[in-house]
């Protein structure tokens, strides 16, 4: 009997090997140890088990593989999009350290860890089978992540999440089943033939794969569940879907978008991808005004951040791409930073403390968290000297170049929009407080600290040292 | 050296920020030095050039440092402002504004010293949060913390859209004081608008003013005069060395939308400065009205208009800051900025009241003190370039000056002591000290203002490329 993979593809995939066998070893120490494992514990294999696949995927970085009969290509593209997942995943690790109950954890950070691996396998599929693979294996995870915290809301959005985050999948499988049929194979290289442009079944199917996507990246007019589910889930797992499920439904699309579509099919394809890239950001921004829970509000900025990150991509120009990645880290350490925060402030599960009206009065209170507070916010909007001001005019140079004007207008327009919805939870904190609170003991834990501290540190890093890698190409072959 | 003029308030600031205890003396004695040793530094590193790469990609930034000559003088008085402001401030919680100031003056060194438009747009949005920030936590109302942003950041927003769109075509951003530097293309007039709409903001002119009243009657006294004096400045230096220098023809072009522009502000900021009833307000709108000359002077492209304009933002920015400082010791005092009610302060307070005279007779544009020399350049350079109607207009707004000036001020200085409002001591060592050097100043320059002239008849100031600045541009 000769096996059908060799070596190398297994090679190809060993960081993810890595990082579900660390999700296995939590869970079996939790097993080992009575009656509990102590979260520390599950949290610091966790984090070193990330660490190790951080590693691993850096030292791919320059390589060019593709295995499982490409089905998975390992190449910049895939390298770069997986450190920002991990990125994600490692914040929400350290979310996970401002406390909670035993019980939970190993689970909690086991099934964490596996939707990691999903996204992980998103940032190289080529194959339609293996994003299928990957999105399912990234959603599935999360359904029972949503719906972990004992609270109404949270089993309203496991349930949520469930069913809408199904039926894009369905919408997804079925756009994919066209295209098998248009081009006889589940390759993704294989679309990219001009005899493609004629075929009403390619149409078709990139079309309703595309909605699929719209509705995994929350965009207007699909983007009603993410508010709701962002609301309902524990912090970490808000901070990990903003953070990794767009990461990795970003890195499909721009393979999809860059390296499987016919020359001329592409412009008039997308297009409507741009239009409801652009509404995004308006409808997100606006929908940010009238939220008052933090979590929420994130949820809606994600959605105008997306559009963003979109809008870079519109003109499939290289330097869009690297731009696209840059916001996208960008974008993941000023979130990954707010989001920080807020795991300082908040006490337990039960509750959680996103509600903007426990935040007044903080800039008296905690001066320290309500500045750092107030930079994440500013660097959401875009001020200087964050590296949000950066990605936004690097954006906008890169829209405009193509000849997207009204998308860097639509941009211009958000953005002033939404400077006015985060100025808002500032000016909350920096309200005078007349309400009588009980002593404020909470220390916090080390973990959100860190995070804390390394996102500040990195926000204002990647303004003056903008990483702005090169050979990012995605691959399909 | 260029790079610690920068930091160095800005460091100072933020650890002044993060200190603990509100002790007084410490903390102005800190801003003072600071801000004195900024002004040493400027004069130290005037001819200095300092260079780092920043973006290579999709167009060339470099943070690029350097002092033009508009710039120079621009620094001078933002450093002495900052000095005299902080040594003027008499809160009970002084550290978080003497913090903030230093930031403030920080941020905008930056503007005036950025040799790259990416950096100018970076340094422009930046110099919003101090001054957000002592809004929200000492303004009169957190509105007008909002209207400040707002306005601003879609400015700022605009700018930021102009950057990027003058980056793409003109394939760097480095470009401030470059001569011979212009750009074509039918994008022009977009990025030219987005320029202009924002340095129109932060001037203010008509209709772009609508936060500026609230914003510095609100704000304390010492900020106000920064914020007064310097920080609209900044859009006038905008239309200087990004406007009349890169875009010439674009300001040719539609410089009769900004004559317009600049003659609304003329007469509508002296008419509206002479019915309000809050002396902070009646400066606000005589600022809109000042500012608006020199909007019309930039909008001429005269050679003299030029130099008068140069020389006005300098002396619009001395009386500025002497006034609010002035009518913050006024408001300390007798606990009212209502005109209705002060009256009689120089039967108290006399040396108060002499040196509120000496700022509001600089604003009404007496000769000998710089506001005349400035104003007179002015209106000459445009009867030079043929607008008799807008020169009718600039004259009209002198008499309406002195009609506010002195509405201002015989209300507040002459008349009755007022026995219903407090009487308190005269100004004392300190508070003189932290106001005379801008009339010092003002005299000086009114009597001797070729220096200043001569920065703005050449609205170009540039000190050759050092070898290590990366790139130059045709």
Same mark, same amino acid.
């Given at each position: ?22 999700? %296995? ?50 190449? #910049? ?67 029972? %992540? ?188 000023? #979130? ?142 | ?37 900024? %002004? ?359 008499? %309406? ?74």
């Amino acid at each position: 009997m000769t096996l059908p993979f060799t070596h190398v593809d297994w090679a190809a995939v060993a960081p993810l090997e890595v990082l579900a066998a660390t999700g %296995l070893l939590v869970l079996l120490l939790d097993l080992l140890w009575r009656p509990f494992a102590p979260r520390a514990l599950s949290l610091s294999v966790a984090v070193l088990g990330t660490i190790v696949t951080v590693v691993m995927i850096a030292q791919q970085y320059g390589t060019n593989v593709s295995a499982f009969n490409g089905g998975y290509v390992v190449g #910049n593209f895939s390298v770069l999009f997986s450190e920002v997942i991990l990125l994600g995943t490692l914040g929400a690790l350290a979310l996970m350290g401002r406390g909670g109950s035993d019980r939970e954890s190993a689970g909690t950070i086991a099934l964490l860890l596996w939707s990691a691996c999903g996204a992980l396998l998103l940032a190289a599929a080529a194959t339609t089978m293996t994003i299928f693979l990957g999105i399912e294996l990234l959603s599935l995870a999360l359904y029972c %992540l949503c719906g972990l915290a004992n609270r109404k809301s949270a089993r309203e959005a496991a349930l949520k999440y469930l069913l809408l985050s199904s039926t894009a999948s369905a919408v997804l499988l079925f756009g994919m089943a066209l295209l098998f049929g248009a081009s006889g194979s589940v390759s993704l290289a294989a679309l990219a033939t001009p005899a493609m442009v004629t075929n009403p079944l390619f149409w078709m199917g990139s079309g309703f794969f595309l909605v699929g996507i719209a509705f995994k990246l929350s965009l207007v007019p699909f983007h009603a569940w993410a508010p709701d589910v962002y609301q309902g889930a524990p912090l970490p797992i808000t901070a990990f879907m903003t953070v990794v499920t767009k990461a990795a439904t970003i890195a499909i699309f721009a393979r999809f978008a860059y390296a499987a579509l016919p020359v001329g099919a592409s412009q008039m394809l997308l297009l409507p991808i741009w239009v409801i890239a652009g509404i995004s950001m308006i409808v997100g921004n606006v929908g940010m005004l009238a939220q008052h829970d933090l979590k929420r509000l994130l949820g809606y900025s994600g959605i105008a951040q997306v559009g963003y990150i979109l809008a870079a991509l519109a003109g499939t120009t290289k330097l869009g791409l690297r731009y696209a990645f840059f916001y996208l880290a960008v974008y993941a350490v000023m #979130n990954l930073g707010a989001f920080a925060v807020a795991a300082v402030l908040s006490s337990s599960d039960e509750e959680e403390g996103t509600h903007l009206e426990s935040y007044r009065g903080l800039g008296a209170r905690r001066p320290l968290l309500a500045a750092a507070m107030t930079f994440f916010l500013l660097a959401l909007a875009g001020l200087p000297p964050t590296a949000g001001f950066l990605g936004k005019i690097l954006i906008l140079a890169v829209t405009a170049g193509s000849g997207y004007l009204w998308l860097a207008a639509l941009l211009l327009l958000g953005t002033a929009i939404s400077l006015y919805a985060y100025a808002k939870i500032i000016l909350a904190m920096y309200r005078p407080d007349h309400r009588v609170r009980s002593a404020e003991t909470l220390r916090g834990a080390p973990l959100p600290w860190l995070s804390l501290a390394l996102c500040l540190v990195a926000t204002v890093a990647l303004t003056f040292y903008p990483l702005l890698p090169s050979g990012i190409v995605p691959l399909v072959k | 050296m260029l790079l610690a003029l920068v930091l160095l308030p800005i460091i100072a600031g933020s650890v002044i920020l993060l200190l603990r205890g509100e002790d007084r003396r410490i903390y102005r004695a800190i801003g003072v030095i600071v801000a004195l040793a900024t %002004l040493l530094l400027a004069i130290e590193a005037r001819s200095e050039n300092w260079s780092a790469p920043w973006l290579r990609a999709p167009f060339v930034a470099n943070f690029h440092l350097g002092i033009g000559t508009l710039a120079f003088w621009l620094i001078v008085l933002l450093a002495l402002c900052t000095a005299c402001a902080v040594l003027a401030v008499d809160s009970a919680r002084p550290r978080a504004l003497i913090g903030q100031l230093l930031l403030l003056e920080g941020t905008m060194l930056g503007l005036f010293v950025s040799r790259d438009l990416l950096l100018f747009a970076l340094f422009y949005d930046l110099m919003l949060v101090p001054v957000f920030f002592v809004l929200l936590e000492r303004g009169e109302h957190p509105r007008d913390a909002w209207r400040y942003i707002i306005y601003n950041f879609a400015g700022g927003l605009l700018l930021l859209f102009a950057t990027a769109a003058f980056g793409v075509l003109h394939g760097t951003t480095d470009v401030i004081g470059t001569v011979g530097t212009t750009i074509t293309g039918a994008w022009v007039p977009w990025i030219f608008w987005g320029f202009a709409i924002a340095f129109l903001v932060k001037t203010p002119a008509f209709p772009l003013h609508t936060w500026m009243p609230n914003t510095y009657a609100s704000l304390p006294p010492p900020v106000a005069a920064v914020v007064g004096a310097v920080q609209s400045k900044a859009g006038l230096y905008g239309l200087f060395v990004i406007g009349l220098t890169l875009m010439p023809q674009e300001i040719a072009r539609y410089s009769n939308v900004l004559i317009v522009l600049g003659s609304i502000s003329v007469l509508y900021g002296a008419v509206a400065a002479l019915v309000q009833s809050d002396a902070k307000r009646v400066v606000a709108y005589s600022s809109l009205s000042h500012l608006g000359l020199i909007v019309i002077a930039i909008a001429t492209q005269q050679p003299l208009a030029l130099a008068g304009a140069a020389l006005y933002i300098v002396a619009h920015g001395l009386f500025t800051a002497a006034i609010f400082l002035g009518l913050g010791y006024v408001e300390e005092r007798e606990e009212t900025r209502s005109l209705a009610r002060l009256r009689g302060i120089g039967a108290k307070n006399p040396r108060l009241a002499g040196a509120l005279t000496i700022g509001g007779l600089a604003m009404l544009g007496l000769p000998g003190l710089a506001g005349f020399v400035g104003e007179l350049v002015i209106i000459t350079g445009i009867v030079e370039s043929g607008n008799i109607a807008v020169a009718i207009i600039a004259v009209v707004s002198v008499v %309406l000056a002195a009609a506010y000036v002195l509405r201002l001020f015989q209300g507040i200085v002459n008349g009755p002591v007022a026995h219903d409002l407090p009487v308190r001591r005269d100004l004392t060592w300190r508070e003189g000290i932290a106001i005379a050097p801008l009339l010092l100043a003002l005299l000086y320059l009114g009597v001797n203002p070729h220096a200043v002239l001569a920065s703005g008849s050449v609205p170009i100031p540039r000190a050759p490329l050092s070898s290590t600045a990366g790139v130059t541009t045709p």
